[in-house]
């Protein structure tokens, strides 16, 4: 008899149906030709980024990486082109099974000058909805990823008393205006993130370190973002409404380790918890966004793990899992709108994604109510203070050419959005 060499037993892991499947961007890092306060900071600070990556990456991610030694590479320019070339890149969504698409609204775009309105732009991104909605993606909309129109750059940005109020009016403009074809409303993208990089660590424009800044911002963003979801909701009442969150899963590095625990509990409340507090009732779903694990070592973390990606941030696909565990507590639908990572060689990628929708449809059986996922990102593109080198993108982009070429990772998601299922081994 013929040795039979045993067929791996495949499961599929059907997800619930209607669960959206899609990939995110924002403006500034794929639409090219913005002018916001980033691209004033690029400008300025190009060359000293350029010098800087000498010390700042690893010997492997400078050889594979070398244009992170050129100016050009933290100039953001004409990006992906995605202003101008949005049907085509929602053409390969369409064609790679996603039903959703994340993307922001330039805030720069619609109110250059303060409180003028330009109804060119606003009519640009109601042709970007259009486009979306003809080929059956439901658009989540953010409002603000990160980037100041100048005029409020120049009164101080995120800073300002009176940003709330500023953000508010901008909201609720657009709303009126494109409001017909939105159901979702993402107000503004992970406050906590900026809050580190631009007032507390220095490294983002307006490259802050100040705890008296840090306190003003983390109260103008949650106040921006509670004014704007009741000026929405004004506008229209049937809106569903959120901010993105940023959420991190911290361990103890020794588990009965009191200072490592104590480590845990201070990093959670104010990276995970605090800005929910202070946005209590004002959100219709959670949009969770994960990237990090960190294990800390009373007081900071330490990475040890092989498994990274090109920016060497460890891969780490279960956090998801815990990181949905722990917003049950909230008692809100969740989407997943970001979540992904830097490979520019496709190696991980596949794997990646599969891994960490395994955890989601884990926490699906747990009855935590995951209603949709949206990776980032579905283009290469322009990763703030690192520029273009990092390439988290389902599709690759030819910057040079702006020719877009479909990742094979991309092709193993399309399966799993297509079949709203998850095929594994057994
Ligand atoms: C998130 C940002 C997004 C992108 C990814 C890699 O924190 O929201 O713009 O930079 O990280």
Redesign the pocket.
């Known amino acids: 008899m013929k040795n039979e060499i045993p067929k791996k037993n495949r499961k599929k892991l059907l997800f619930p149906s209607g669960f959206l499947w899609g990939s995110a961007t ?1 403006a500034h ?1 794929v639409e090219g030709g913005t002018n916001n306060q980033w691209t004033k900071w690029e400008k300025e600070n190009a060359e000293r980024l350029a010098k800087e990556a000498k010390t700042k990456w690893q010997p492997w991610q400078q050889e594979k990486f070398p244009e992170m030694f050129e100016a050009q590479n933290y100039i953001s320019g004409k990006a992906c082109d995605h202003y101008n070339r949005f049907e085509e890149d929602f053409d390969i969504a369409k064609s790679l099974g996603h039903n959703a698409h994340r993307f922001s609204i330039e805030w720069s775009r619609i109110e250059p000058e303060e409180g003028k309105f330009d109804e060119k732009e606003i009519e640009h991104y109601r042709k970007v909805l259009m486009a979306l909605r003809e080929r059956g993606m439901e658009p989540f909309v953010t409002l603000w ?2 980037t100041n129109p100048l005029w409020l750059e120049e009164k101080g940005g995120c800073e300002n008393p009176e940003f709330a109020t500023y953000f508010k009016r901008y909201a609720g403009l657009v709303a009126e205006k494109l409001g017909s074809n939105v159901a979702f409303w993402i107000t503004i ?2 406050p906590t ?1 900026v809050i580190l990089n631009s007032y507390a660590a220095g490294v983002w424009p307006p490259q802050k370190r100040n705890l008296l800044s840090v306190w003003r911002v983390y109260r103008n963003l949650a106040k921006a973002h509670k004014s704007a979801f009741e000026e929405i909701h004004v506008k229209l009442p049937n809106a569903k409404v959120g901010f ?1 969150h ?1 959420v991190t899963f911290f361990e103890p590095y020794r588990r009965y380790s009191i200072a490592d625990l104590l480590a845990v509990k201070i990093a959670e409340y104010f990276g995970n918890k605090k800005i929910l507090n202070m946005t209590k009732s004002h959100n219709d779903f959670l949009a969770l ?1 994960y ?1 990090f694990h960190r294990k800390l070592l009373f007081p900071w973390h330490i990475q040890k793990e092989r498994l990274v990606s090109d920016l060497n941030w460890e891969i780490y696909a279960e956090g998801l899992y815990h990181i949905l565990r722990w917003a049950r507590r909230y008692k809100l639908p969740v989407y997943i709108t ?1 979540n ?1 990572l ?1 490979d520019a060689k496709d190696e991980k990628r596949s794997e990646f994604i599969a891994a960490s929708l395994l955890w989601v449809h884990r926490a699906i059986l747990e009855s935590i109510d995951v209603r949709g996922y949206f990776y ?2 579905l283009l290469d593109n322009f ?2 203070d690192k520029g273009f080198w ?1 390439r ?1 993108g389902l599709v690759e982009v030819d910057f040079e050419t702006q020719e877009r070429k479909v990742r094979p990772s991309a092709l193993e998601y399309a399966k799993i959005c297509k079949n709203n299922e998850l095929e594994i081994e057994i």
């Open positions: 924002s890092q990823h990160w993208n992970e993130t993105s940023i966004q990237y970001e992904g830097a980032w990102s990763e703030w990092p988290f």
